[in-house]
């Protein structure tokens, strides 16, 4: 297969003996550089390389301007907005750049379409006092009078900025391309006699339409177009539209209306569309795709991404038999973790405050970045979340990191005092510490010489311009740089595989295509509104609008088709977020265009479907496990451990055998679990002096008065330094002391009634050993039991429940299901209990069972058997033949706990 290039140098040396005199202009660098590498192929004898421009480096040589960057043209432009003298009130640096951007966008149109200012401006003023034309004069407010002096104003602000911007040599893109369309004639007369040779090119602006042809009529210039009869013999195919229109208006082609075009797209050719959910499954197919590939195949094969965020998915997604590849784009510097690292931070400096938020600390100390600046971070945040303390004082931070880390941390958390040159110095010092302590990993050191970089470049600006007085202003700079600053990666951009962006292809032909992303909304992109300049305007001024803007994404589209034969066009028919799911119009008209010699096939990729019945996991008991079984059997199994793994015997596997807890953080607001601590805690403080003792009425009076004092002192143990002050925290701590409350209110109650209340045992510790003949190491059951206590004389073994518990959840029918099925858990609990106590005092009868404070009203909610489902519960006493019973149940529990044989298997949660 011959490229476009590859026929256009063959054409060029079959016309042009002088080869090394010739001028060639490209679209881009890129192509520039494959036209050499061809030009190097195909040379048989040494010889000079004719002068090959970039059309950006041929207009800048025109103009004698060179393109700034969009970042420092900001800073240019808004020494023009100051020194623009009927601009009244001018705005600050930060409010400039949340609507210069879209005004400078508009700037570049105008000049690279050649619009005469002076009425474009007239006619934009125009349009906005319309748009205030209901408002009668005397009911303009000043907002809207300076609303509309402003836009009378923009012609003198556009003239400053010119002015400024060609005294220094410079230019944004739209103004050096003005001075070249104006500056050609005098091009002309120096160069005129040397031959101009423009290759590749498709959608011309007005000011390279003028000067393309200036250099025709010299007679010394030719231009490759590279297009295809089969879109220029169809006149409502919008692939050519743009060189139709020069062949029809350009005095040029009227005078010579041969033209040299290929037809290469008429060709046979295999197209497979395929669809694909989500973004990541393209990247999956990609990969599964280019597997099945050869070495030979791979060198003629580009990977087109419409969408170039997938860039880093595909990078991990090829397979092993990829040997070489290029890549044409870079990734965004944004992406790494380093740079959202600087991001938070600036982020966290904007408002500055003498409290520090324990997230916004923790979102940088857990970052991996600060371990490279500070030492044991960790640390620091365990701190932070023992004392639970949602704001600290830097004074406090610099305590809980010690000495060694005091310079960085008042870097880190130190008030900046808004002020950008604090905020650039302590952002590259800390960068600087960053690259001392960071491993020697390419990838990572490269980050933070870019990340050095950028913020060097912003000091460089803010000394030169001095506008940058925010740290938000730093912010959004910083954010912008990150965004348009990428990592380029290193390749043969001749031979392998190649990936790249739409933009980049132009000019260049593959045999094989791979397009990701072949979707409506991203190819072609769609409208754009981020400019002043509407839709009647551009229409008056002859300036390109969406339908221009569709007819290029329409011809770099149809352009790779041209010359290749094996074509995949891969879309995401996931819908999701902006994205519709919607394959794209190019895909359709593919379809109703049906040519012949096309095969289109069409292949939906499904992910595997797993089994519908979720694969439970196991987990051996190896004698790792055996020898923590037997730690844990002598000191005990706790009835909350055998609920666990009745429960799920995986969490079980994961709490006490890996002893895995659940990650602790700061308590902003009151968990459920720190309430029920508190309020064991409260009554624990209560009861335990009265072991012994027969509850009286005053007595428990008396606890009633001090029920604010303890529920306080207890918040202030547990909740450490969380704030229970106001908001939900200061309602749960009224609700801690309205359970304490009406706890002694029913207590007092019960003692009116005549009832006689003898506390025997506060949280106490129990243990005792279960003989299982089948287990051949000691086994003990252990807990603390919350009260013990002899109403009338019967004995009753309690647990205090914050949450609601009912009745029912305390019976049983069956013994056996007891330690099979969790709901049974409150009844194992209390019967484990029992079991504990009758070791030391045997039970001749006693109660066992909770008060649940959410259902207080039930009283005390006792177990107790029942016949059958539904049916009144039969017996609420616990004897012997209850105890022998649950032990029963019991020891089979702990055997299968105790099994080397049986491994520890999940159960489904429901």
Not at 376 to 403: D, F, M
Not at 620 to 644: C, D, Q, W
Not at 833 to 849: D, S
Request: a negative charge.
């Amino acid at each position: 297969m011959l490229t476009f290039l590859e026929e256009t140098l063959q054409s060029i040396k079959r016309n042009h003996s002088n080869f090394s005199e010739l001028t060639l202009i490209l679209p881009s660098k890129r192509a520039c550089g494959f036209l050499l590498n061809y030009l190097r192929k195909s040379s048989i004898t040494t010889s000079f390389a004719p002068k090959i421009y970039s059309v950006e480096e041929f207009i800048e040589t025109l103009s004698d301007l060179k393109i700034i960057s969009t970042t420092e043209m900001l800073f240019k432009s808004y020494e023009a907005y100051l020194n623009t003298h009927s601009i009244s009130e001018k705005e600050d640096f930060e409010t400039y750049t949340t609507w210069a951007t879209t005004l400078l966008n508009d700037f570049n149109e105008i000049d690279r379409y050649l619009v005469e200012p002076t009425a474009f401006f007239s006619y934009l003023g125009s349009i906005k006092a319309l748009e205030k034309w209901n408002v009668k004069e005397q009911d303009k407010t000043d907002l809207i009078e300076r609303y509309l002096q402003f836009w009378e104003q923009l012609p003198e602000f556009y003239e400053n900025l010119k002015e400024l911007l060609i005294t220094a040599g410079e230019g944004y893109q739209g103004l050096v391309y003005r001075k070249a369309s104006e500056d050609i004639e005098h091009y002309i007369q120096q160069h005129g006699n040397s031959k101009h040779l423009f290759i590749g090119f498709n959608a011309l602006n007005n000011a390279e339409q003028h000067i393309f042809q200036e250099l025709l009529e010299t007679g010394n210039t030719e231009i490759y177009w590279d297009t295809d009869s089969y879109f220029y013999l169809d006149k409502k195919h919008s692939a050519s539209l743009f060189f139709r229109n020069y062949t029809s208006n350009w005095p040029y082609y009227r005078k010579n209306p041969q033209l040299r075009l290929s037809s290469h797209f008429e060709t046979e050719k295999s197209f497979q569309f395929v669809e694909v959910q989500k973004n990541i499954g393209q990247a999956k197919y990609l990969g599964s795709l280019l597997s099945q590939y050869s070495p030979e195949q791979l060198d003629k094969t580009a990977i087109v991404l419409a969408d170039e965020k997938l860039l880093l998915p595909v990078l991990t997604s090829l397979p092993q038999n990829i040997q070489q590849v290029n890549i044409t784009m870079g990734v965004s510097l944004k992406t790494f973790p380093a740079a959202i690292f600087f991001e938070t931070l600036l982020h966290f400096h904007q408002k500055p405050s003498n409290s520090l938020y324990y997230q916004e600390v923790l979102a940088i100390l857990n970052h991996p970045l600060a371990s490279f600046i500070i030492e044991s971070p960790q640390e620091i945040t365990s701190k932070i979340v023992a004392r639970n303390s949602a704001y600290l004082s830097l004074e406090q931070l610099e305590e809980l990191a010690g000495a060694a880390n005091m310079e960085y941390i008042q870097l880190l958390f130190g008030n900046w005092k808004n002020n950008s040159v604090i905020a650039l110095t302590s952002c590259i010092k800390l960068l600087l510490k960053a690259k001392e302590q960071a491993p020697q990993n390419a990838i990572d050191r490269i980050v933070l010489f870019k990340l050095y970089s950028v913020f060097i470049q912003i000091h460089a600006l803010n000394g030169k311009y001095a506008h940058l007085k925010t740290i938000k202003t730093i912010h959004g700079l910083f954010v912008e740089l990150i965004s348009t600053t990428s990592l380029d990666f290193e390749g043969d951009a001749y031979h392998g595989l190649q990936i790249m962006g739409i933009l980049e292809t132009r000019v260049l032909d593959f045999e094989n295509i791979i397009m990701l992303s072949v979707n409506e909304g991203i190819i072609p992109a769609g409208k754009s509104n981020a400019s002043f300049i509407t839709y009647d305007l551009k229409q008056q001024f002859k300036l390109p609008s969406y339908y221009e803007k569709d007819a290029i994404y329409t011809y770099h589209f149809y352009r790779l088709l041209h010359r290749a034969k094996n074509i995949t066009l891969v879309y995401n028919a996931h819908a999701e977020g902006l994205n519709t799911g919607e394959k794209s119009r190019f895909l359709l008209q593919l379809e109703i265009e049906n040519h012949p010699k096309h095969t289109i096939k069409h292949l939906v990729v499904s992910p595997p479907v797993s089994s519908l019945s979720k694969t439970l996991k196991t987990v051996e008991k190896t004698e790792a496990v055996m020898v923590r079984l037997r730690e844990i059997a002598g000191k005990g199994f706790s009835p909350s451990a055998l609920t666990n793994y009745i429960r799920n015997p995986l969490d079980f596997y994961y709490q006490k055998i890996l002893r895995i807890n659940e990650f602790q953080e700061v308590e902003e607001t009151v968990a459920y679990n720190t309430l029920g601590t508190i309020v064991h805690d409260t009554l624990q403080e209560f009861y335990e002096p009265w072991e012994g003792t027969f509850l009286t009425v005053e007595l428990l009076q008396n606890r009633k008065a001090q029920i604010d004092t303890e529920v306080r002192r207890q918040f202030k143990k547990t909740f450490k330094e969380g704030d229970f002050t106001k908001g939900k925290n200061l309602i749960v701590f009224e609700v801690a002391k309205r359970y304490i409350s009406n706890f002694i209110a029913r207590e007092i109650a019960e003692v009116k009634a005549g009832n006689q209340i003898k506390i025997l045992q506060v949280e106490s510790e129990l243990k005792t050993e279960i003989a299982i003949p089948e287990i051949n190491f000691p086994v003990h059951i252990g807990g603390k039991v919350d009260r013990v206590d002899e109403f009338n004389g019967m004995l009753r073994i309690i647990d205090y429940k914050t949450g609601m518990v009912k009745q029912g959840e305390l019976e049983v029918v069956d013994w056996e299901p007891i330690t099979q099925d969790y709901k049974y858990s409150k009844a194992f609990q209390v019967l484990a209990y029992a079991l504990m106590i009758n070791h030391t005092n045997p039970i001749v009868k006693a109660e066992a069972g909770i008060f649940s404070f959410k259902n207080l009203n039930s009283g005390f909610l006792k177990f107790g058997t029942k016949e059958k489902p539904g049916s009144r519960t039969k017996d609420q006493l616990i004897t012997q033949e209850t105890l022998a019973l649950f032990i029963s149940e019991l020891k089979k529990l702990i055997v299968e706990i105790c099994n080397p044989e049986l491994p520890f298997t999940e159960k489904e949660i429901e």
